[in-house]
């Protein structure tokens, strides 16, 4: 079955230390995206990237980086410049322009 | 810029009863319109969607209509039941991008 993957669903990390989650596709789709999720707070875009190898800043990027080798991958990498990375992860993708996104399932970052 | 407001929740109902949440837009060109609903703890599964004005979107009961002229995309349905507990978003896809706008969201709770 296709879909997106995101790996681990649950993730728990010391202050100061570099975490990556794991976002995979077999959708073959074109764009990937990164929203951060908090109580209340809606989905906030972190970095998107709409072709391999090349991928943009979204609204909150200062504290994460990201890369896109591979078409299937988008891999997040939370360091520990990011002054509140504790929130729920979610990572999609989308076909085309103008279409819906599909989802995985998130990863929930718990920084203690 | 695009962006999409829909009404703050929690939206507390009995089952059976009859539920609107409201969501309008704005957005350049000519959006795609999507709603999707979010259950404790998982990603967004896209819940229905409609490309162009006047087209009515529906799904496991659900409905909302694409109404350009008043830039809305409310979301009903008719009897609810206990398991449509959830949060639900709606978001939009810009004509010519890939980036999807979310709304913050709106908690729904179905009592028995």
């Known amino acids: 079955d296709g879909g997106i993957t995101q790996s681990p669903k649950y993730l728990f990390r010391k202050e100061g230390q570099n975490v990556t989650l794991s976002c995979e596709q077999n959708?073959?789709?074109?764009?990937m995206y990164w929203y951060r999720q908090d109580p209340g707070q809606g989905l906030r875009l972190i970095y998107y990237?709409?072709?391999?190898?090349?991928?943009q800043k979204g609204d909150i990027a200062e504290g994460y980086s990201v890369s896109r080798e591979k078409k299937e991958s988008f891999p997040l990498t939370v360091t520990s410049a990011q002054k509140n990375p504790t929130a729920f992860y979610l990572c999609?993708?989308?076909?085309?322009?103008?279409?819906?996104?599909?989802f995985g399932q998130g990863t929930r970052l718990t920084v203690v | 810029g695009n962006s999409v407001t829909q009404m703050e929740g929690p939206v507390t109902l009995s089952e059976e009863a009859f539920l609107t949440i409201n969501c309008t837009y704005t957005?350049?060109?000519?959006?795609?319109l999507f709603w999707y609903v979010q259950y404790p703890g998982e990603g967004l599964q896209l819940l229905l969607k409609?490309?162009?004005?006047?087209d009515k979107g529906s799904n496991k009961g659900f409905e909302a209509t694409y109404r350009k002229e008043t830039t809305s995309f409310h979301l009903e349905k008719g009897s609810v039941q206990v398991s449509d507990s959830a949060v639900y978003f709606c978001?939009?896809?810009?004509?010519?991008?890939?980036?999807?706008?979310f709304g913050r969201g709106t908690s729904l709770i179905v009592h028995p």
């Open positions: 957005a350049t060109g000519y959006p795609s």
């Open positions: 978001a939009l896809s810009p004509g010519g991008s890939y980036i999807p706008t």
């Open positions: 959708l073959n789709h074109d764009a």
């Open positions: 409609a490309t162009k004005a006047d």
């Open positions: 999609a993708s989308s076909m085309e322009k103008n279409t819906e996104a599909f």
């Open positions: 990237s709409q072709i391999v190898n090349d991928f």
